[in-house]
């Protein structure tokens, strides 16, 4: 199976992974993007998007205006989609997608989900995490047959990642 998706619950370092990954095969040209937590004083203000491409943009804050809402966050769906019009806009010879975050936020968009199951369906692999819960969407993709769904916690973390990596490898070389 050539798409994975690693969930897990809040904490289990789904995001760190991605980062990882993004740097083992950076020889692939990866597609995709990471989200980083924005803490100020201490406390999580948003979140902010950064590029395979290195570009970065805020995609959800307390201080946003915006009538999407997840939670206590407001969520820039424009500046969201402008952010994945660029990355595909710019797609060079890439030989795997990485996305990180495959969730309720991202979900808000409508090109969200057209995109990532245009990347499913193409010829290359992805690598994506997902929201450990959702419905829609979310849900829906858990449940394709060219799914691998593989489960990460604080404990499997490193097995996890070696795993991920040589299966990686096999696909990419296969």
Do not use: W
Request: glycine share 8%; charged share 30%.
């Amino acid at each position: 199976m050539k798409n994975i998706l690693i969930t897990g619950a809040p904490g289990s370092g789904k995001t760190t992974i991605i980062k990882k990954l993004f740097e083992i095969f950076k020889e692939f040209n990866p597609v995709g993007f990471y989200t980083s937590e924005i803490v100020e004083n201490g406390v999580k203000t948003g979140f902010e998007l950064v590029s395979s491409y290195g570009d970065s943009r805020i995609l959800a804050s307390i201080a946003l205006k915006s009538r999407y809402v997840v939670g206590k966050y407001k969520v820039d769906i424009k500046g969201f989609d402008e952010f994945l019009e660029n990355i595909f806009a710019r797609e060079k010879k890439t030989g795997l997608y990485i996305f990180d975050g495959i969730t309720k936020m991202e979900c808000q968009s409508r090109k969200f989900p057209k995109l990532i199951t245009e990347r499913f369906n193409a010829d290359k692999p992805v690598v994506a995490s997902i929201a450990h819960r959702g419905t829609g969407f979310i849900s829906d993709i858990k449940k394709r047959d060219d799914i691998k769904l593989i489960e990460l916690n604080e404990d499997n973390f490193n097995q996890r990642l070696k795993e991920l990596t040589m299966q990686l490898r096999d696909i990419l070389l296969g």
